[in-house]
């Protein structure tokens, strides 16, 4: 997928003009998660997240946007015993990793040559996979049971953009920038993956909530 996300990016670059402004970060996010059956997942309401972000200036502060972001969150489900002398806790691990793949746009409002705001919107196509095993670090084990989700929504955020250094005689900005939001997306109903011919449905959770995104990068 990341391969795809580049490789529009170069398709549509061969049609710019030479005026067009092109931008590359690296993103990490933290989004807030309401739904309380997240806690079964992960011991904290937030679910953090790194990426990478592409984009292409399509007309004056307007620059279209591609991009991916992924992270893992995880706990462990104790099971009460008879007798409490064992000297190893018994139960399972959960492990669940979700992925965001975006495309949007950005409107940029220029303060001045180092300082501008940021109004962002995209949609949003999120995968999550979640792993019980006794043995979370074994592929191994015997027990391990394996399920997918998949949801669609969009975000929208506003932010700031600072410009920490110029290069190349003020061609190629190297810039941190910050953005607050709200992401919106479709339940994500998790299924079997056993290998029969009809999925088996496990449970859902609803990932929408408010996030804080942080990232580094170019414009050039």
Same mark, same amino acid.
């Given at each position: 997928?990341?391969?795809?996300?580049l490789?529009?990016? +170069?398709a549509?670059?061969s049609?710019? #003009?030479?005026?067009q402004?092109?931008?590359v970060?690296?993103?990490?996010?933290?989004?807030w +998660?309401?739904?309380?059956?997240?806690?079964?997942?992960?011991?904290t309401?937030?679910? %953090?997240?790194?990426?990478?972000?592409?984009?292409?200036e399509?007309?004056?502060?307007?620059?279209?946007?591609m991009g991916?972001?992924?992270?893992?969150?995880?706990?462990?489900?104790?099971?009460?015993?008879?007798?409490?002398?064992l000297?190893?806790p018994v139960?399972?691990?959960?492990?669940?990793t979700?992925? #965001?793949?975006?495309?949007?746009? %950005?409107?940029?409002w220029?303060?001045?040559s180092?300082?501008?705001?940021t109004?962002?919107? #995209?949609?949003?196509?999120?995968?999550a996979?979640?792993?019980?095993?006794?043995?979370?670090e074994?592929?191994?084990t015997?027990?391990?049971?394996?399920?997918?989700?998949k949801?669609?929504?969009?975000?929208?955020?506003v932010?700031?953009?600072?410009?920490m250094?110029?290069?190349?005689?003020?061609?190629?900005?190297?810039?941190?920038?910050?953005?607050?939001?709200?992401?919106?997306?479709?339940?994500?109903?998790?299924?079997?993956?056993?290998?029969t011919?009809?999925?088996?449905?496990?449970?859902?959770?609803?990932k929408s909530?408010?996030?804080?995104?942080?990232?580094?990068?170019?414009r050039f």
């Amino acid at each position: 997928m990341f391969g795809l996300l580049l490789s529009s990016i +170069i398709a549509f670059s061969s049609h710019a #003009q030479a005026d067009q402004k092109y931008e590359v970060s690296l993103t990490s996010s933290v989004q807030w +998660i309401g739904d309380p059956r997240w806690e079964t997942v992960s011991a904290t309401p937030f679910h %953090r997240a790194t990426g990478i972000n592409v984009g292409m200036e399509v007309l004056d502060n307007i620059s279209f946007l591609m991009g991916f972001n992924t992270g893992k969150a995880g706990s462990m489900i104790l099971i009460p015993t008879a007798s409490d002398d064992l000297a190893q806790p018994v139960g399972f691990n959960i492990v669940t990793t979700i992925s #965001q793949y975006q495309m949007g746009m %950005r409107y940029r409002w220029q303060w001045n040559s180092r300082w501008a705001a940021t109004l962002t919107a #995209q949609g949003q196509i999120a995968t999550a996979s979640m792993r019980m095993d006794e043995d979370i670090e074994s592929q191994g084990t015997e027990v391990s049971l394996k399920y997918r989700a998949k949801s669609f929504g969009s975000e929208i955020g506003v932010g700031t953009e600072y410009t920490m250094a110029y290069l190349s005689d003020d061609q190629v900005r190297i810039n941190i920038g910050f953005e607050t939001g709200m992401t919106k997306l479709s339940t994500l109903n998790f299924d079997s993956l056993d290998g029969t011919e009809e999925a088996i449905p496990l449970g859902s959770l609803n990932k929408s909530g408010a996030y804080l995104n942080m990232y580094v990068g170019s414009r050039f």
